[in-house]
């Protein structure tokens, strides 16, 4: 179920990326001077208030093209990786929650009428780590309450590595992506000097293009960075509740386990 969600995650990402880059590759085949002129024009009708408005996509393949496809290739596939990671914690973690009162209710009930073996089944037909965690304590109930508190301390360990999988990768993106922005803005300042060289002037026209491609690179890296981050913490915040929740329901387990074997 994972591997299906990461799949097709990525498989979404992808192919609108894809069309961004063909549309922009083709855009980016015209003449130097034609697309000097077009992007005046784009300006001129953004910003002098000529009353035209230019799509979102055709403004993103613009801007794509101008920073260069390089890094701005390397900066859109660290927001695709991302995403497709982020999407699949998110599933992963919607996927976890669970109603523990009406579960705790379901295991006392089954403990009361069929006693462990009866629980075992409870806890197998429901999803989510809390009910694996119980599970596991009902394996070692004939050892004695102290044995399936310590096992559930420790599979809860367990199960809270596998809500944190892949949140190293996320952050290793978000550090990434502005990494690439700010060295392109780094090359792009190197184009201007070579151009300022070249040219023996150092007239605006001569160093814009450079300038243009460093302003634009950083840009998208931010802005990449950002998206992230803001779907990590929403991850670290859904951990952090469903941690909580495992916490308070395994201390409540462990008491109706005391009950039990006090019957």
Known sequence: MKKF????AVASLMTFTANIVASA???GAAPATTQVADDSEEVIDLFAGSGEEVPLHQALKTKF????AGFMSLIIICLILGMALAIERILYLAFSKTNTTKLLDNVEKALAEGGIEKAKEVCRNTR???ASIFYQGLLRADQGVDVVEKTIVSYGGVQMSLMENGLSWIGLFISIAPSLG???TVIGMIQAF???QAAGDISPNVVAGGMKVALI???GGLIVAMILQIFYNYI???IDALSIDMEDSSIRFVDTMVKYNKK
Not at 5 to 8: A, E, P, Q, T, V
Not at 65 to 68: Q, V, Y
């Open 5 to 8: 969600f990461m799949f097709l």
């Open 25 to 27: 590759q083709e855009e």
């Open 65 to 68: 093209i101008e920073g260069g």
């Open 128 to 130: 989510g780590p809390v």
């Open 182 to 184: 700010f060295l392109g």
């Open 194 to 196: 070579d151009a300022i």
């Open 217 to 219: 690179t950083t840009v």
């Open 236 to 238: 670290i915040a859904k």
